[in-house]
């Protein structure tokens, strides 16, 4: 399955995401985790970023797509496919992506967009955090660690994202009214959009992405899921 995952800051993309990889190993890429990690580790690209990431900006659209065709290997285009996260979220990166996918004739297969409501947003960004060495994302209120500010999964320490502060968190929600938003119609357009309702619980929203991705009413994929 060849998917896109589209909502607001804070409205579950990568958690769903990474849901969707554990169940049915299909990788998730996160162009949000992909560019934190270059200036984690201080590369030149790192650098360049990290005014427009940390201050809640968009990095250029070449630059990102680049990104991202670099992880959409043969094998994740024809093999255990993909989801996107975070990419695209400008109508320029969308049709930058389904053109490189129709030259690769491994179309996109469904655009999923997370709806929910921007207080439900602001309370789950000031209680997320992030592992800094696997990336798992947890929340103070409805996804605790089990021991204060050490990852569940790798023993990491938990940190709060740069741009998850205020004056960032504004710019990005700006950014995506003006930026993200006409990519939902762009999708809508060429009929490979679902909009989820996004919140409820983690396993509420993960079944309902389960259910649009199953009722497609021209079924393109079937999901695989791992055995428990
Ligand atoms: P990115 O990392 O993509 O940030 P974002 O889009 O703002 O989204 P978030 O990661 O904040 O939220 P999310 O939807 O993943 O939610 P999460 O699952 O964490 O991008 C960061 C920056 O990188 C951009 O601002 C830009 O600078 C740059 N960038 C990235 N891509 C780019 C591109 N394509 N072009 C240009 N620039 C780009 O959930 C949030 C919290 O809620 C967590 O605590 C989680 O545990 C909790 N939660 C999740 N789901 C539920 C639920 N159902 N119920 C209760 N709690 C939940
Ligand atoms: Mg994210």
Known sequence: MRLVFLGYPGSGKGTVAGRIQKAYGVPAISTGVILREEIAEGTELGKQVKPQVE??????????????????????LRVSGFSLDGF???V???????????????????AIYL???????????TARRTCRSCGEIYNLITKAPLKPGMCDVCGGALYQREDDQEDALRKRMRE????????????QSRNVLSRVDGGGTPEEVFAEVERAVESDPIPRWKLTKFPR
């Open 115 to 125: 709806e929910v409501d921007k207080l439900i947003i602001l309370k789950r960004l």
């Open 55 to 76: 201050g809640g900006g968009l990095v250029p659209d070449e630059l990102v797509a680049r990104i991202v065709e670099g992880r959409l290997t043969e094998d994740r």
């Open 176 to 187: 995506y009214h003006a930026q993200t938003q006409p990519v939902l119609h762009y999708y």
């Open 92 to 110: 320029p990166q969308a049709e930058l992506l389904d053109r490189y996918l129709a030259g690769k004739s491994a179309p996109l297969h469904r």
């Open 88 to 90: 695209p979220r400008t």
